[in-house]
């Protein structure tokens, strides 16, 4: 135990250096980590090690599912429920249908419940990988806001066709018409349970004296306890999963009031996500060579040849549904077209997106080893292997290639929104104008308290600047260039003061306490502007 647990420190350690390069290159890490899981098996005399295939399944799934809610814009998601509706549940139908039928025609041994099971499973996109690849790109927010909300929906659709398919090899039976009505009970049960228990979580964090450490410790238990309870009643934990988050990303805002609270979440989620995205590309590097060994009558040449026949099928596939999904809606609907058209740059992008990811590769691995006591999981070996061969042409051919197709179609914003700047300048606004109205409303009488006197005169000043920063914002006709030369002057400042604090540390007549205050007010200003990871 001492050994593994060693090992997998060790490699840890080496995938963070392999990330910290991708960052250097500025070439998505997730790229690095299929590449990483590929070199590891090739590492002669590393151990393998066995996890249960479900212990798998409820360690990493139900926080990756979690996440990928919490920091989805429900305002967003809503607006363009339409498009992410056809690609979460119709494209996710269709690649696994169509994976399923034709696996059993090219593949020998390979019957439909299998081919469904591989279908569920490599038929879902990962947003994290296409997110990676798209920072710091200049992307329409229709296009990123589709893509993170299809994924988080098709990670519950496919993993409930995988559950099915799971069931019917199992059991031996299968009928679509019962699939069918089982698919609707389970998942709109799954929904009501995680609402109701994210509902019992909301009034724990609200209700309760809690500490940020206990906010950011439930908030890691939530998406378990989700998760066990709708299985527990035999119905869909991924659906509660989602759900539930959604529902607390939601109402965060009257539950998680201080700002050390939030910070300190998204530090633990932050840190939490990529040590379980390395973990899972690194217990597929530590059981490649046991599932090639396993793979009995076919060959290694025979698993790659059929990954790169599946990896073809689901890229086609997603341009030829794509593309209709994005122009048939607008030919039959008035009220569709009055939102502007994505022409065909925009579905190309979305097309391209499609890498598959962690949540693909963790749920190959919870397939069962055994069948019965006596009787081995047909194909199990042969599933994953497919599994990775997808992840891997799909991450690195189109995770590579995205950002040029990006810059060689030159795609622009195509939704009339305000600039990030503008944005932040009316909210800065409204609450500075709130300010003032409660000073001047409630506090009028305290006309000898200087400080009070200070902060009123501080916030008229800066209720003026910013008025003046938002009708620059609107005039300006070159207004992406002076925003460009505005957030390097501020950067290059912002710079210069985190010396001056480190100065001050040195000369000691500050406390570190005043002074990493101060420090974290630099990083909030400078998150602005950079952005952060979601």
């Known amino acids: 135990m001492h050994h593994n647990l060693l090992l997998i420190l060790g490699l840890l350690f080496v995938v963070f250096l ?58 967003d998601f809503w607006k363009w429920k339409r498009p992410i509706a056809l690609l979460a549940f119709g494209l ?92 609707f009970i389970v998942s709109i049960m799954g929904i009501v349970i995680g609402l109701t228990g994210a509902h019992i979580m909301y009034a724990i964090h609200r209700f309760l004296p809690t500490t940020p450490a206990i906010d950011a410790a439930l908030t890691l238990m939530t998406p378990y306890i989700l998760f066990l309870a709708a299985e527990q009643f035999h119905f869909s934990g991924v659906m509660a999963v989602v759900s539930g988050g959604l529902f607390m990303s939601y109402r965060s805002h009257e539950i998680f009031k201080t700002g050390s609270t939030r910070l300190n979440m998204l530090g633990v989620w932050t840190t939490v996500i990529f040590v379980m995205n390395a973990l899972v590309f690194i217990l597929i590097g530590l059981e490649l060579p046991e599932i090639i060994h396993g793979l009995g009558n076919y060959s290694i040449a025979d698993g790659i040849k059929y990954g790169i026949i599946i990896s073809i099928i689901t890229i086609i596939l997603r341009f030829l549904w794509v593309y209709p999904i994005a122009h048939i809606p607008r030919w039959l609907s008035a009220k569709v077209r009055k939102d502007p058209s994505p022409g065909w740059k925009g579905p190309l992008v979305i097309g391209w997106a499609g890498m598959r990811g962690v949540v693909s590769l963790a749920t190959a691995l919870s397939i069962p080893i055994m069948l019965t006591d006596t009787v081995a999981f047909p194909q199990r070996n042969l599933i994953i292997f497919i599994t990775f061969v997808v992840i891997f042409i799909t991450l690195v051919l189109q995770g590579l290639t995205l950002p040029f197709v990006i810059k060689l179609i030159k795609i622009e914003e195509i939704d009339t929104i305000s600039s990030e700047e503008e944005q932040q300048a009316g909210i800065k606004l409204r609450l500075h104008t709130i300010a003032l109205n409660v000073l001047n409303n409630k506090h009028d009488n305290n006309n000898k308290n200087d400080l009070i006197g200070i902060f009123k005169a501080n916030l008229e000043k800066e209720i003026n600047n910013t008025q003046m920063t938002l009708t620059s914002l609107e005039l300006c006709v070159n207004t992406t260039e002076d925003l460009k030369v505005y957030h390097h002057t501020l950067l290059e400042i912002y710079s210069l003061q985190r010396k001056e604090l480190f100065k001050l540390r040195k000369e000691k007549f500050f406390t570190d306490e005043e002074i990493r205050k101060a420090e974290l007010q630099l990083d909030l200003d400078e998150l602005k502007i950079s952005g952060s990871n979601h």
């Open 18 to 75: 392999l990330v910290m390069l991708a960052q250097r290159i500025r070439i998505a890490y997730p790229i690095f980590l299929v590449i990483a899981g590929l070199g590891i098996s090739f590492i002669p005399g590393v151990p393998q090690l066995h996890l249960k295939p479900d212990l798998i399944f409820l360690i990493f799934l139900p926080p990756l599912l979690y996440e990928a809610a919490w920091y989805t814009s429900w305002n």
């Open 92 to 183: 996710v139908f269709l690649t696994s249908g169509v994976i399923a039928y034709t696996s059993t025609l090219f593949i020998p041994g390979m019957t439909l419940a299998l081919g469904f099971l591989l279908g569920g499973i490599v038929s879902p996109p990962d947003a994290v990988a296409a997110a990676t690849v798209l920072k710091g790109m200049k992307v329409p927010k229709r296009i990123m806001t589709i893509l993170e909300g299809e994924s988080l929906v098709n990670d519950a659709s496919s993993l409930i066709v995988f559950k099915f398919a799971l069931l019917a090899v199992i059991s031996g039976t299968f009928s679509m018409q019962e699939a069918t009505g089982q698919f």
